[in-house]
């Protein structure tokens, strides 16, 4: 299981339940990266998605404490979603937010593909600062790219201390 986001300076992910930024680059890079593959996430991503649908062309896995849609695999606990994800190659699974989801989520993650925004994005939800966890280590970083008015980095990030469910 892999996670991927953005996040800005001090590990923001979001506000008001949305994305801080328009940014078309890292929007292309979640797409090609995450289509045909799993997405898991919490009910409030699946809501902010437009019309609350899922993601398509990818199997989406929804940790909520009730059944959501009948186009996601709703699991209640982390214990069935760990039995939902092991249907499929760890590698094909990414956990795509939010920041409760990546809270619990994270340790069992071999990676963390991180679109780093130099700038505040006045989020109200942070992740943790993988850059002060001893157990990530940064393994690659792009030169950086402009997107729409903004610099980012695009972050391979390694788990040395992967949990296992």
């Known amino acids: 299981m892999r996670a991927i986001f953005h996040a ?22 979640f797409r090609e990266t995450t289509k ?10 699946l809501r902010s998605f437009p019309g609350g649908k899922p993601l398509k062309n990818r199997t989406n896995i ?12 709703t699991v209640h606990n982390l214990g069935e979603l760990f039995a939902a994800a092991e249907k499929y190659p760890a590698d094909d699974v ?8 990546y809270r ?17 994005g006045g989020a109200d939800v942070f992740v ?25 980095r695009f972050c391979t990030y390694e788990n040395t201390c992967v949990r296992k469910p």
Do not use: H, Q
């Open 128 to 152: 943790p600062d993988l850059d002060a966890d001893p157990a990530f280590r940064l393994k690659e970083e792009s030169e950086p790219v402009e997107d729409n008015g903004f610099l980012l």
């Open 36 to 45: 045909g593959k799993v997405v898991v996430m919490g009910y409030n991503t």
């Open 62 to 73: 929804v940790l909520c404490p009730e059944d959501v849609d009948e186009d996601v695999i």
């Open 104 to 120: 619990a989520l994270l340790p069992y993650c071999t990676e963390a593909l991180v679109t780093k925004v130099d700038a505040d």
């Open 94 to 101: 990414f956990v795509i937010g939010g920041a409760s989801v």
């Open 8 to 29: 800005d300076r001090k590990w923001g992910i979001g506000r008001g339940n949305d994305l801080m930024f328009s940014l078309p680059k890292d929007m292309k890079f």
